[in-house]
């Protein structure tokens, strides 16, 4: 149960919900449950009544006087609601704010009062609150409403917050459901308690699945969906920020779609109604692959877009371009006409963008998906080809064509576009403007509709196309993902990337220079490559790392010895560069810690040699002399999990490794993973180290895939 004075402050705040639901139920004619709403409020204001006067006499005084002027009106039920939104909600408001002022912090937790005197929590880790600042009952109200199903018996929720949200969903089911809520936070899970409402749940509908570790709490919730897919699930949106690091790329996408399907449901609707209506369409079924050649340009309206206008006019009559209904305007503007346009945003700001340019656009047939707005339909003159998605087909009624598989359109205009050319029957296909982020923290292309600023900034950083960093943000990624499973389930078309500087979409190519180590012929071109590839500063040292052993896997033997020096040289100036952005060296000595690191994320096949950060054999030295040896190999790319080598500590790999294998160096054998030629993802081996050498080891925390390494890294520093 609640503390006692929060749940006296929470008797005046379901008040006012009460009156709000009074009001919502009375506009859509429901005068029953208006009026059952109206009865519960009434009573709840007779018995908080004595408490209200001695708070603030008067106010309470006039706040009974107006409940009493609204109920006089209880026979019309658009004045008895007209007076209950314009006069009483208005004084209990009032009455409400004076009634609580709560505001205190413990560890990464703000407790504060909302407006409506109903709590709400601030994460000052995130600096982001998880319910409303305003009326985070009446929020969650909201967002059950879009939720709930009454066929679903059992729910699934992913993030207790304050308990706003199954308390909701408990008592729109008419207390019937039964709800698993899963959480990491022990302390929030107390708050719930002591100072939300998750105690007004009954005991026996509510289940709390309780892990500390987030992976294993995400591995839970899966299992459940998994297991029982007729369930009812539900992910809070700071669950999603929060954990996403433990999501696997599906759930992560569905959380992200899910929450659009949620937002845009009912425009959709409108827009299918009203495409139908539209003449000069056409059937997809006329669009037969192969009629638009095999080399395309996508066009999106990224940055990117600026730095590739002299290929797009060299372009025009040689390849088919596709583009976005973003980069219309500045692709016609320049005399660049598309072959194919490709729109799917449901919202009316969508329709400015044939300002200017509507005329032009009667030879441009465009492919919309059908939840399109349907301004945009209307204005658009040329032939109007409609795109059936799983999102129109399943939650708008769509207009179904025999024989037409739905499209999966993930979200963005960029990923139908790629679709588009993949079944239209491309073999090349050139991106431009698919920067899927803020390089130079530009956030458009010049003389787009949306218009350009300059300092745009992300929520997170993902890998460049130049080997670097750059700004995005989550729906971004999300994006990215769906372009990415449509490129690599075609291998048959080969993408290339031209944005020099944007997020790097795997599967796609950039056809730079730096990429063509395969075309390398005999010893001298390697050397000019590896002299021009490792100079400071020109691409990152993440990409320049990746880059120097592809071509080290590439070389002969021969090639290597003749070229060994080029290769230490290189090595040593991209090694130099991690350094000075790191701040900080590797201890061989392991001085600092009794702990030597070992930087490594690739080995050289079949030589026995450990070639890591510029130690190479001198770390199975220390680790002779007794020293304790971490080895971390990252994320993305790499099979098996981070393994710590150090005597009497078996070799740790998933069972399905072909390439573990065994390190040998005198009459000791060492457990070690070979890698695929592959760029990892470095950020986490980078943040670790820091980490490991600024802190104690019993304040090593890793979450997900990295645990071990840190169960390792305590084990090793407790020997010490």
């Given at each position: 149960?609640?503390?006692?004075?929060?749940?006296?402050?929470?008797?005046?705040?379901?008040?006012?919900?009460?009156?709000?639901?009074?009001?919502?139920?009375?506009?859509?004619?429901?005068?029953?449950?208006?009026?059952?709403?109206?009865?519960?409020?009434?009573?709840?204001?007779?018995?908080?009544?004595?408490?209200?006067?001695?708070?603030?006499?008067?106010?309470?005084?006039?706040?009974?006087?107006?409940?009493?002027?609204?109920?006089?009106?209880?026979?019309?039920?658009?004045?008895?609601?007209?007076?209950?939104?314009?006069?009483?909600?208005?004084?209990?408001?009032?009455?409400?704010?004076?009634?609580?002022?709560?505001?205190?912090?413990?560890?990464?937790?703000?407790?504060?009062?909302?407006?409506?005197?109903?709590?709400?929590?601030?994460?000052?880790?995130?600096?982001?609150?998880?319910?409303?600042?305003?009326?985070?009952?009446?929020?969650?109200?909201?967002?059950?409403?879009?939720?709930?199903?009454?066929?679903?018996?059992?729910?699934?929720?992913?993030?207790?917050?304050?308990?706003?949200?199954?308390?909701?969903?408990?008592?729109?089911s008419d207390r019937s459901?039964?709800?698993?809520?899963?959480?990491?936070?022990?302390?929030?899970?107390?708050?719930?308690?002591?100072?939300?409402?998750?105690?007004?749940?009954?005991?026996?509908?509510?289940?709390?699945?309780?892990?500390?570790?987030?992976?294993?709490?995400?591995?839970?919730?899966?299992?459940?969906?998994?297991?029982?897919?007729?369930?009812?699930?539900?992910?809070?949106?700071?669950?999603?920020?929060?954990?996403?690091?433990?999501?696997?790329?599906?759930?992560?996408?569905?959380?992200?779609s899910d929450q659009g399907?949620?937002?845009?449901?009912?425009?959709?609707?409108?827009?299918?109604?009203?495409?139908?209506?539209?003449?000069?369409?056409?059937?997809?079924?006329?669009?037969?692959?192969?009629?638009?050649?095999?080399?395309?340009?996508?066009?999106?309206?990224?940055?990117?877009?600026?730095?590739?206008?002299?290929?797009?006019?060299?372009?025009?009559?040689?390849?088919?371009?596709?583009?976005?209904?973003?980069?219309?305007?500045?692709?016609?503007?320049?005399?660049?006409?598309?072959?194919?346009?490709?729109?799917?945003?449901?919202?009316?700001?969508?329709?400015?963008?044939?300002?200017?340019?509507?005329?032009?656009?009667?030879?441009?047939?465009?492919?919309?998906?059908?939840?399109?707005?349907?301004?945009?339909?209307?204005?658009?003159?040329?032939?109007?080809?409609?795109?059936?998605?799983?999102?129109?087909?399943?939650?708008?009624?769509?207009?179904?064509?025999?024989?037409?598989?739905?499209?999966?359109?993930?979200?963005?205009?960029?990923?139908?576009?790629?679709?588009?050319?993949?079944?239209?029957?491309?073999?090349?296909?050139?991106?431009?403007?698919?920067?899927?982020?803020?390089?130079?923290?530009?956030?458009?292309?010049?003389?787009?509709?949306?218009?350009?600023?300059?300092?745009?900034?992300?929520?997170?950083?993902?890998?460049?196309?130049?080997?670097?960093?750059?700004?995005?943000?989550?729906?971004?990624?999300?994006?990215?993902?769906?372009?990415?499973?449509?490129?690599?389930?075609?291998?048959?078309?080969?993408?290339?990337?031209?944005?020099?500087?944007?997020?790097?979409?795997?599967?796609?190519?950039?056809?730079?220079?730096?990429?063509?180590?395969?075309?390398?012929?005999?010893?001298?071109?390697?050397?000019?490559?590896?002299?021009?590839?490792?100079?400071?500063?020109?691409?990152?040292?993440?990409?320049?790392?990746?880059?120097?052993?592809?071509?080290?896997?590439?070389?002969?033997?021969?090639?290597?010895?003749?070229?060994?020096?080029?290769?230490?040289?290189?090595?040593?100036?991209?090694?130099?560069?991690?350094?000075?952005?790191?701040?900080?060296?590797?201890?061989?000595?392991?001085?600092?810690?009794?702990?030597?690191?070992?930087?490594?994320?690739?080995?050289?096949?079949?030589?026995?040699?450990?070639?890591?950060?510029?130690?190479?054999?001198?770390?199975?030295?220390?680790?002779?002399?007794?020293?304790?040896?971490?080895?971390?190999?990252?994320?993305?790319?790499?099979?098996?999990?981070?393994?710590?080598?150090?005597?009497?500590?078996?070799?740790?790999?998933?069972?399905?490794?072909?390439?573990?294998?065994?390190?040998?160096?005198?009459?000791?054998?060492?457990?070690?993973?070979?890698?695929?030629?592959?760029?990892?993802?470095?950020?986490?081996?980078?943040?670790?180290?820091?980490?490991?050498?600024?802190?104690?080891?019993?304040?090593?925390?890793t979450v997900g895939k990295?645990?071990?390494?840190?169960?390792?890294?305590?084990?090793?520093?407790?020997?010490?």
């Open positions: 149960m609640a503390e006692a004075f929060i749940e006296e402050i929470y008797r005046d705040a379901m008040i006012l919900y009460r009156m709000k639901r009074t009001v919502e139920e009375g506009h859509k004619g429901m005068d029953v449950s208006a009026l059952r709403s109206w009865s519960i409020a009434g009573d709840l204001l007779k018995e908080q009544m004595p408490a209200m006067r001695a708070q603030d006499e008067a106010l309470a005084n006039l706040l009974w006087q107006t409940a009493m002027y609204c109920r006089e009106a209880h026979a019309d039920l658009q004045l008895f609601t007209a007076r209950i939104e314009q006069n009483l909600i208005p004084l209990l408001m009032q009455y409400l704010k004076g009634a609580s002022g709560i505001d205190v912090s413990e560890e990464r937790w703000n407790l504060q009062s909302s407006a409506s005197s109903f709590l709400t929590l601030k994460d000052l880790e995130r600096g982001e609150y998880l319910h409303s600042p305003y009326d985070p009952m009446w929020e969650n109200y909201e967002l059950v409403k879009d939720v709930f199903v009454p066929q679903k018996h059992i729910y699934h929720v992913l993030g207790c917050g304050l308990g706003y949200f199954p308390y909701i969903l408990w008592e729109e459901v039964e709800i698993y809520l899963y959480e990491n936070d022990r302390l929030v899970l107390d708050y719930a308690s002591r100072y939300g409402v998750l105690d007004w749940i009954a005991s026996d509908r509510l289940h709390i699945v309780y892990e500390e570790n987030p992976e294993d709490l995400v591995e839970k919730y899966l299992v459940s969906r998994v297991e029982h897919p007729e369930q009812g699930s539900y992910i809070a949106p700071w669950k999603v920020k929060e954990l996403h690091t433990c999501f696997d790329q599906e759930l992560s996408d569905e959380a992200t399907r949620r937002q845009y449901r009912g425009i959709w609707e409108v827009n299918v109604t009203n495409n139908r209506l539209k003449e000069q369409t056409h059937s997809m079924k006329e669009l037969k692959p192969g009629i638009y050649g095999k080399e395309w340009v996508l066009v999106a309206a990224g940055p990117s877009v600026d730095d590739n206008m002299d290929f797009l006019r060299e372009s025009v009559g040689k390849r088919t371009i596709i583009a976005v209904n973003t980069a219309l305007r500045k692709l016609l503007n320049a005399g660049i006409r598309p072959d194919l346009l490709t729109v799917i945003d449901p919202t009316a700001a969508v329709a400015k963008h044939l300002d200017g340019v509507e005329e032009q656009t009667k030879d441009i047939p465009l492919l919309a998906e059908q939840l399109t707005n349907w301004r945009f339909i209307d204005r658009y003159q040329g032939p109007i080809y409609y795109i059936v998605s799983t999102n129109s087909s399943m939650y708008a009624g769509g207009m179904m064509e025999e024989g037409i598989d739905p499209w999966e359109v993930g979200g963005t205009v960029t990923s139908m576009a790629v679709t588009a050319a993949i079944r239209l029957g491309a073999e090349k296909v050139h991106l431009i403007g698919v920067d899927l982020g803020y390089p130079g923290h530009r956030n458009y292309a010049q003389d787009v509709p949306h218009g350009v600023n300059e300092n745009s900034t992300g929520t997170m950083t993902t890998e460049s196309t130049d080997g670097g960093m750059v700004d995005t943000q989550e729906v971004f990624l999300f994006f990215r993902s769906a372009i990415e499973q449509s490129i690599l389930a075609h291998p048959e078309v080969h993408f290339y990337n031209r944005s020099a500087h944007g997020a790097y979409i795997h599967g796609t190519m950039q056809d730079a220079w730096w990429e063509k180590t395969d075309r390398l012929k005999g010893v001298e071109e390697k050397r000019a490559y590896l002299n021009r590839l490792s100079e400071p500063k020109f691409l990152s040292w993440r990409r320049q790392y990746y880059l120097f052993w592809q071509l080290y896997a590439s070389m002969e033997d021969s090639e290597r010895e003749e070229l060994n020096e080029d290769l230490d040289f290189a090595y040593e100036r991209i090694y130099r560069q991690f350094r000075e952005e790191l701040g900080w060296k590797p201890s061989v000595e392991g001085k600092s810690s009794g702990l030597t690191y070992i930087f490594s994320t690739h080995y050289e096949r079949g030589t026995g040699d450990l070639l890591s950060g510029g130690l190479k054999r001198e770390a199975l030295q220390a680790v002779q002399s007794g020293k304790k040896v971490l080895l971390v190999a990252t994320e993305e790319y790499l099979s098996g999990e981070p393994i710590m080598l150090e005597e009497r500590i078996p070799k740790k790999y998933d069972a399905g490794l072909k390439d573990a294998e065994e390190l040998e160096d005198g009459n000791r054998r060492y457990p070690y993973y070979m890698f695929p030629d592959n760029m990892p993802e470095l950020r986490f081996v980078r943040e670790f180290l820091i980490f490991m050498n600024e802190h104690r080891p019993e304040e090593i925390r990295y645990s071990l390494t840190a169960d390792y890294a305590r084990e090793c520093f407790r020997k010490d």
